[in-house]
């Protein structure tokens, strides 16, 4: 795992240092989108200031995307090794309504959309609210 992890850090050259490779052993270890404190969670004998450090280098390094799914917590998931964080690798997120989980959709890309001539968009939120798997029996 640890190879792995060193080898995605390279990749969006970003230095392999054992704080870095642990930080994102753990986001890996999300199965959905995590918020910052969630990741503070579970790295609890972890600075929070270096915690928060990674996060930013990750998120400008295009090794994270960062997704605004309306909850007021900005969330976060580990980019595909394919994606450059362009408009045209942007997917779809669902936030369940019940337990308040963001999940990426990878597989459900952003529609194609006419933006007129004089805008230039340089980012593109798709959120679909819901109920998840376990929360299903919740939906009336």
Request: proline share 2%; charged share 25%.
């Amino acid at each position: 795992m640890s190879e792995n992890v060193e080898i995605l850090l390279q990749a969006r050259d970003i230095k392999s240092t054992a704080m870095r490779m642990l930080i994102l052993k753990h986001m890996l270890g999300f199965s959905r989108a995590f918020k910052l404190s969630d990741l503070e969670a579970v790295m609890e004998t972890v600075d929070k200031s270096t915690i928060f450090r990674t996060i930013t280098l990750f998120h400008e390094k295009q090794l994270i995307h960062s997704i605004d799914d309306g909850s007021g917590a900005i969330k976060y998931s580990v980019c595909s090794s394919n994606c450059n964080c362009s408009i045209s690798d942007t997917h779809a997120h669902f936030y369940c309504l019940h337990c308040y989980k963001t999940f990426c959709l990878d597989k459900v890309a952003v529609p194609d959309l006419k933006i007129p001539d004089n805008l230039v968009p340089i980012s593109i939120n798709l959120v679909i609210k819901g109920f998840c798997e376990e929360c299903k029996k919740f939906a009336t």
